[in-house]
T-cell receptor, first 114, second 115 residues
């Protein structure tokens, strides 16, 4: 285990549903990330939060809405998704300023949009 | 835009064969370099990383990688693979001293080791 947990591990939702993905890190890190992993494509950065402030938004459609209420928790709120949004969504955390910047990843949420 | 290229998408080796996976990046400035591995059904985990100093870095499970600045490369190597090395391997790059904190990943190389 990496100290980064994600729930749920699997999610099937219709295009009109609203759901949320949750990420929690137990490492005391100050930065958290959402990535999207699709088949045969590189991991795509979606959002970066540093000290609970969104510092990067990688041109993600507005149907994805992140929330970072504190440094340990990160959410990804989903609404009116499209079938092409089906993918593995990965959360990661790191300690900025410590010189390492190594990112620790959670197990991911496998999302299927029907 | 910065990109990371992994030349081999799928590699099949027999046990005890030597492994080299290629990784090239396009950014000309100072970078931090990483190799991550994703075993079947498991999360991404760090194999090794390069920040500065000796360009030959050693990681877990007998893996090593060499940073060649003139070639913008960071190839992963292992002298003798095992069946348990079957996994997907990702190269990642972080620009040093910029506002961009996140990593840029390559598309991954799937390694299949046959017993």
């Amino acid at each position: 285990e990496t100290g980064v947990t994600q729930t749920p591990r699997h999610l099937v939702m219709g295009m009109t549903n609203k759901k949320s993905l949750k990420c929690e890190q137990h490492l005391g890190h100050n930065a958290m990330y959402w990535y999207k992993q699709s088949a045969k494509k590189p991991l795509e950065l979606m959002f970066v939060y540093s000290l609970e402030e969104r510092v990067e938004n990688n041109s993600v459609p507005s149907r994805f809405s992140p929330e970072c209420p504190n440094s340990s928790h990160l959410f990804l709120h989903l609404h009116t998704l499209q079938p092409e949004d089906s993918a593995l969504y990965l959360c990661a955390s790191s300690q900025e300023g410590a010189g390492s910047y190594e990112q620790y990843f959670g197990p991911g949420t496998r999302l299927t949009v029907t | 835009a910065q990109s990371v290229s992994q030349h081999n998408h799928h590699v099949i080796l027999s046990e005890a064969a030597s492994l080299e996976l290629g990784c090239n990046y396009s950014y000309g400035g100072t970078v931090n370099l990483f190799w991550y591995v994703q075993y079947p059904g498991q999360h991404l985990q760090l194999l090794l990383k390069y920040f500065s100093g000796d360009p030959l870095v050693k990681g877990i499970k007998g893996f090593e990688a060499e940073f060649i600045k003139s070639k913008f490369s960071f190839n992963l190597r292992k002298p003798s693979v095992q069946w348990s090395d079957t996994a997907e391997y990702f190269c990642a790059v972080r620009r040093y001293r910029t506002g961009r904190r996140a990593l840029t990943f390559g598309s991954g190389t799937r390694l299949q080791v046959q017993p």
